[in-house]
């Protein structure tokens, strides 16, 4: 495993964001956002504050999952469970928009956090403590699987196809956990690995696989579109596999559109994007696809209120309930988030 963490994303650029402002389209379609991070590292700060803010521009958001980024851990203890204190912080702020003095949005209702599952039959005491920290909140783990060479090195090569990772994805899965996979396009035929080996597993593919659009993909876009959809389509047939729809605003997808003097429209970013979201929702179908903001990192590209205006833009040719699952029901049903809400309403 190589130590160079690679190319990193930049932080949002809030004075740009400001040059973009929209008022939230059909503020009453109700909303899961499945993936958003929390963390204060390196002068940024997305927690409870920064979270409640985006969450509160317009759009009608029931409840949020966040997802483990690495950024929170406990300083002491054993190493394997200093991941547990990204849990307990995330149900900090579960806890307090639990109160009902911040809104109706429930923070945090779903956790995915971090267990080392190259720890084998080992992981089980780390996955008990991650359930107590969450307080019924947590949900699964994602262990980030991301490796290219052009963009980031953070784990080993071909780590899903380990006997070892796989032993401990197996205590994972008869625990009754659900397992979040990150990884780039250049690496799905290692997600279809791990999926033959465990074919009823709950799995769910963030951000698309990662698209790269940068280095030596550089101007290849239809080419890496093909090979893309290519290999994504051979994970359809597994019946409890799911697909995040989001992370195209990430530096490496190559848009470019952080490093413009003006910041996206939704229709300019749902006139980017379409091709991509419609072919995922024609492979896997609503009901297995639910869009997600993946905040703050996404933040660079557009703000809060114009991401999700770009997501309804996108999907006004769907029916209401085809509709109701990408936004709501299927991130609901995934993660088991009760009380936020019926996608049907409004």
């Not at 699987?145 to 990772?165: G, K, N, S, Y």
């Not at 996979?181 to 009823?200: G, I, K, N, S």
């Not at 009380?339 to 309403?345: I, K, L, Q, R, V």
């Amino acid at each position: 495993m190589s130590n160079n963490p690679g190319r990193q994303n930049p932080p949002p650029n809030p004075a740009w964001l400001a040059r973009r402002v929209e008022p939230a389209l059909e503020p009453d379609l109700p909303i899961i956002d499945p993936h958003h991070h929390v963390w204060d590292v390196l002068h940024q700060r997305y927690l409870f504050d920064e979270l409640l803010a985006d969450t509160q521009t317009g759009h009608r958001i029931e409840a949020t999952v966040m997802v483990e980024a690495k950024a929170l851990f406990r300083k002491d203890g054993p190493e394997e469970m200093r991941t547990v204190g990204e849990a307990e912080i995330a149900a900090g702020i579960a806890a307090m928009s639990e109160t009902g003095l911040y809104g109706r949005t429930r923070l945090c209702a779903g956790i995915v956090a971090h267990a080392d599952l190259t720890l084998g039959a080992r992981v089980e005491p780390v996955l008990e403590a991650l359930e107590r920290a969450g307080g019924g909140r947590f949900r699964g783990i994602r262990h980030n699987a991301a490796q290219d060479e052009d963009v980031r090195r953070v784990a080993p090569p071909e780590m899903l196809r380990d006997a070892t990772f796989q032993q401990g994805f197996a205590r994972l899965q008869a625990m009754g956990y659900r397992f979040d996979a990150w990884m780039y396009h250049t690496q799905l035929d290692d997600l279809l690995v791990l999926m033959r080996a465990f074919p009823e597993s709950r799995v769910v593919l963030n951000h698309l696989s990662g698209r790269i659009g940068i280095g030596r993909f550089a101007g290849r876009g239809a080419e890496t579109f093909a090979a893309w959809k290519r290999d994504i389509s051979r994970l359809k047939d597994f019946p409890n596999f799911h697909v995040k729809i989001g992370g195209l605003g990430m530096f490496f997808t190559g848009w470019g559109f952080h490093e413009r003097p003006e910041p996206p429209s939704s229709d300019e970013l749902a006139a980017a994007w379409s091709e991509t979201v419609h072919t995922a929702i024609d492979i896997f179908g609503p009901q297995r696809c639910m869009f997600e903001s993946n905040f703050p990192v996404d933040k660079i590209t557009s703000s809060y209120a114009i991401l999700w205006n770009a997501f309804k833009k996108m999907t006004r040719g769907y029916t209401a309930q085809e509709r109701a699952a990408l936004f709501h029901d299927t991130a609901a049903q995934f993660y088991a988030i009760r009380g936020a809400g019926d996608g049907n309403e409004g």
